[in-house]
C-alpha cells in the first residue's frame, strides 16, 4: 500500500510559479507510475501530468506542455509538479496518484493523497 501527502500549494498571483510536492510511504515507491491531477470548483477530477516508475516517460496533455514540469526523486519517494506562468483558470485543488497502470486517467490510479489547494488570484 502507497500513503500520499501533498503540499506547497497556496495563493500565488497570476504568472507566479509554485513546486508542489508529494511525499510517499512504502518500500515499493519506485514501482509506481505517478499522476498528478486537479479538481476545480464545480468541475471534474482531470488529469495534469504523468510520469514511469523510472522517470524516463512523462505524460503531458497539451494544455500543461510549456508551463507544467513533473519530476520524481525515487530515493526520497517524492514526487513533483513544477508550475509556471500560472493563470487564473489554473485554481484548483492539486491530487498526486499512483498506479502499476499508465497514469493518465482517474480511473487507472490505485492511490491518491488528499490534495493542496492551488489558488492562482491577483
Known amino acids: 500500500q502507497v500513503q500520499l501527502v501533498e503540499s506547497g500549494g497556496g495563493l500565488v498571483l497570476p504568472g507566479g510559479s509554485l513546486r508542489l510536492t508529494c511525499a510517499a510511504s512504502g518500500r515499493t515507491f519506485a514501482s509506481y507510475a505517478m499522476g498528478w491531477f486537479r479538481q476545480a470548483p464545480g468541475k471534474e477530477r482531470e488529469f495534469v501530468l504523468g510520469?514511469?516508475?523510472?522517470?524516463?516517460?512523462?505524460y503531458y496533455p497539451g494544455s500543461a506542455k510549456g508551463r507544467f514540469t513533473i519530476s520524481r526523486d525515487n530515493a526520497k519517494n517524492t514526487v513533483y509538479l513544477q508550475m509556471n506562468s500560472l493563470k487564473p483558470e489554473d485554481t484548483a485543488v492539486y491530487f498526486c496518484?499512483?498506479?502499476?497502470?499508465?497514469?493518465?486517467?482517474?480511473?487507472?490510479?490505485?492511490?491518491w493523497g488528499k490534495g493542496t489547494l492551488v489558488t492562482v488570484s491577483s
Open positions: 496518484a499512483a498506479t502499476r497502470n499508465i497514469p493518465t486517467m482517474t480511473g487507472a490510479m490505485d492511490y
Open positions: 510520469i514511469s516508475s523510472t522517470g524516463g516517460t512523462t
